[in-house]
């Protein structure tokens, strides 16, 4: 899986092709297991489990001889690396205890189903959040640049205002009145 030369990715993004297409979508860690429509062909394609930081696997792939056939593959857990930041402000450890020995099989099996419900929601709106997040920094980004430019563009008009009150003060002969820029 090649990178596209405008793909900027992060420790936190998992990159995988398309089932489907073959195009490479790129989501962040939180949006593993979904089902996601993919932009380029439309059709539901499941984010596949984060394998560590791309960049890293993409690196690791290139230096890598091809493995045989008659080699048996590495298990999943080997080629996760550590990570190298927690996530932004996380939770902190909560430590509860279960008991489900009073607990028939039945119940026990409702439940966990609404726990997979549960999870599945939780991780969805997790995934939303990001996304409102990355957006929101995207949008500061641009702003900043904007400020940024109106910033010069003013310096620039301000310069221009103080070379044309000169000129025009010189051009009157030192008698006429000059606009002072501001």
Known sequence: MANPPDLDLTERDIQFDCTHCGNVLVVDRDGEGLMLDCP???????VPAYRGDPRKLAAAARSTPPVQAEQPAAPAAAEVPARSTPPAEPAPPRKREFHFEAVDAETLRKRETELRQLLKENQSQRVEIQGYINQATIQLH?????????????QD??????????????????????????
Request: with cysteine; proline share 2%; glycine share 14%.
């Open 40 to 46: 380029h062909c439309g059709k539901q394609v499941k």
């Open 157 to 182: 008009f301000e310069a221009e205002m103080t070379a044309l009150a000169r000129h025009l003060g010189l051009a009157a002969g030192g008698g006429g009145a000059a606009v002072a820029p501001k």
């Open 142 to 154: 641009r702003n900043q640049l904007k400020l940024r430019k109106l910033i010069e563009r003013q």
